[in-house]
């Protein structure tokens, strides 16, 4: 790759080795984790990461936030299950591995479907019309139960026929190697779309829609499009869900899985290309392990997304990334400290309001188990006023630490960040 | 009869109740380099919305080489040959300068709503858009995204957003509001040089610019075109005096600018 | 008759409510460019916050001090949190309150519990407020109050007598929604708080330039927007039910009452609410299917054909869709609302 191409956005070597790593840490990954555990939720991060990326084509590629995008994948879903019965019941001669490529196009055509309404308003009308069609998909697939089973579902098996060169896709680590070998082609296909001439003019009607339209382009046919390409990766990774659990119930189109979509999407960082990469392993192991350990976990998750949205919004990857850029210029040693200052601080602060939450949740579910809980291994008794005025103490006391650390911490970055831009100043005046 | 560019012919805008373009025609012919004058309010801006296709006439015929454009969307018009630029700079701002010219060039190379080509891959496009960033003098702030620039930077990227597509006629909305004197004179260089064979419509207030840069001018009160011609004889034109050219600091601006 | 005279006060009372939901949301809406997603989860904790006084001290101080405890809530968060990320732009400012309603009803689920919570309404207000009798031999008649028992049943078998109800709490609804509705008016119109909001109705830069205190009003603004909703709240809790679901249900169906009725229009609300709350009602009331109408208009249909769900479906189940059907529709043949003015 010469040098002059890579100016125009071709990949360089850099990017070569960044997606070969990635790659092998895909395909190696069941060798190192090898419980059935872990490879379940392996197989779950392959499906989220796919799902949350073509989320990410809407919201942080083109500006647009989708409230219903589990609409796309849920009915990729259903349509995928049925056409595995199919498969099963000898009618429909397609092999199982390329079942991810049915709920694709199901994903596309309804998004050509639902998409031309939708994609003709933009920002907050635009919000609101995702939420009409999620609403409207959902209260349709209560109702008609051939096509989504009513409350059970729709149900299917994905060992099919005689196995192929010992592939039936029985065992999870099977289905695991096929589901990684999707996301990374489609990974690759969602990040190759950002480069083409589609994706960068929807990049530009993110910044500025009303200009685009003097230079040439319609903006709601380059956002309709590109919501018809995200609804058929949507719809690939509800084809791959299907695979996955062999069922399909009418809450993969629900409200709920497309909020999460939204959260761990924003969470993990919708201004980069990978921010939802890291939200979708935050997704499944948020909802697989988190889950597990406390009652409260939406209540803290929903906290964490208010605090981001307030201070870092552009997630998880925007802070790897300013901080990659901090050490770049060789300046990560002097923020390092207080990053452990706040660390402390905020975990004292933590415990305080979690050790609140907790105990107000055993007031509540644990009735039977009587009044004394193990929290962070120490033994409280819900009853006792020590306990609540030990927490609030603690709570306090935190909040006061974090709140003055964090200023502190701002004003220090702030002076790191205008050195830094100083330096870039004087590199582009040379 | 040689096709004028840019035609209006009984132009009427009304907001409501309030008429603003109340009747104005013109007829630009090829080439010309016109700049439209008038006091705050006439409705300059208006106007240029209303032949980029921003608004909708209330009444009345725009026509682009002959060819009627009057009620067309924003990305017919530009379509046909046509581009504006905006008072306020109007720009991509997570984008860098070169992703900005890249994005002004593409549909007039016909790559629409292309997603099975690399950008990367347009040798066309990429070279033009980089002819650009050396035409703006913006070789050091390839780049930069739009958002970082200084303003002048910024107005110097929005005339050349304006013309990467190749447009015949271009119009300019006060390309040079806000800058300082030495600023000024250097733009006025610049929009020469991108806007060579070009029909050019300027929006101007400094007198200067204006007298420097226009072949005609075109005066707008009230909605209505009082006055077209070169700037000799609408200098001397008794219903432009009266409105806007009869005050001592125009006469100053003129008189510096050496004309 | 009484059937449709009570279904269309039924629907005009869920109108009025989803009016004063809406009006909030419109409000808050056009100052200030947010399109409050946690407007609904305002109306559960009203809901909820009104419980837990009328156990402690009665219904009545519940209905006043709930709202304005909501209103606070309302503002604090303003304050603190969304006018952080008021810099950022509309999609920030529409997240933080998406995340607000998800940590409101995990919040809520936490403090009451999971279940839903029995809200009664005051005593005066739990029979009906009059009751339509409709008797064969005896025409339409007004009762208030309930009928009593023998009013309703004829000891002769051939004349038939129906005894509809009106709820009492449904017509203190509409009495609240009233009131409410003629407060904000005046308001608007005739005092100087009033001018200023209705400016930002469509010129909110102009506003700010004309040197008002924009945050505070902007706090303002959001707090009382809050507490309306919380006073719906309290009516819609003690009317309906009390549960953490509340919010979801009756959010989506006011979002889709601010899009076709025109973003940042209030009547354009209100005229939407009214539609959308009475259609609903009728639609839950009948019992008519697809396949009991073709049926019914001769043509035969195999038992295969009269089991397949799409068919059997009867108007009363389709009725939870038809707002979002409704909005479909607007978007295609109106977009810009029945009377909307500004984009969204």
Redesign the interface.
Known sequence: MNAS?KK???MGARDLIIWGIAIVVMLAAPLIFTSSLAITMLSQMGIAIVACLSFNML?GQG?M?S?GHAVYSGLGSFVAIHALKAIGGGSFPMPVSLLPLVGGVAGLFFAVLFGF?TT??????????T???S??VF??SL????FFGGEAGISANRVVGKPVMGISFGPQIQVYYLLAIYTIVCTAGMY??T???????L??V???P??????????Q??RY?SFI?AGFFAGVAGGMYALNFEIATAEVVG?ARS?AY??FT?LGGATFFFGPIIGAVLMVVAFVMLSEITK?W??Y???V??LM??YA?GGIASLIMMNLRVWKFGKLGRVLGWYALLAVTGAVMFIGIAAM?EM??HI?LNEALGPVMRFMGVELNVKSAAAWIGAIVVALIGIGLFEFTRRRFALHWGEVQGEIEAAIRAR??A | MSQYAIELRGLHKSFGKTEIIRGASLAVAPGERVAIIGPNGAGKSTLFNLISGRLKPTSGEIALNGRRIDGMAPYEVSRLGLARSFQVSNLFGKLSVFENLRCGVLWSLGYKYAFWKFLAGLADANERAEQLVRDLNLERKRDTLAMNLTYAEQRALEIGITIAGGASVVLLDEPTAGMSKSETARFIELIREVTVGKTLLTVEHDMGVVFGLADKIAVLVYGEVIAFDVPEAVRRNAKVQEAYLGSVLADAQAAEAGH | MEFFTISMLNGLSYGLLLFMLSSGLTLIFSMMGVLNFAHASFYMVGAYVAYSITRLVGFWPGLFIAPLVVAALGAAFEKYCLRRVHKFGHVPELLITFGLSYVALELVQLIWGRTAVEFQPPEVLRGPAFTLINSSIDGLRVVWGAAPAAMCSAADTTVRIVCSPFPATRGFMMFIALIMLVALWLMLTRTRVGLVIQSALTHPEMVESLGHNVPRVFMMVFGAGAGLAGLAGVIGGSTFVTEPSMAATVGSVIFVVVVVGGMGSLAGAFVASILIGVIQTFAVALDYSLAGALTSMGVLLSPAALDYSLLKLTIAQVAPILPYLFLVLILIFRPKGLMGTREG
């Open positions: 191409a125009y956005g071709a919201l500006g936030l409230f309404v003709k308003k933009s920002g907050t009308t635009f919000a609101m019309i939420l009409g069609i609403e409207l209260a349709a109702m008609m139960a051939e190759a779309f480069r083409t001439p589609l994706g960068r003019m990049n530009a993110r910044d500025n009303e200009r685009v339209e003097f230079i040439g382009y319609n903006t046919r380059v499009i390409i409200a909020g939204l959260l924003f409260a939406l209540l998750l929903g906290l997304f208010l949205v307030m919004p939450i107000t949740y509540q582009e005046s």
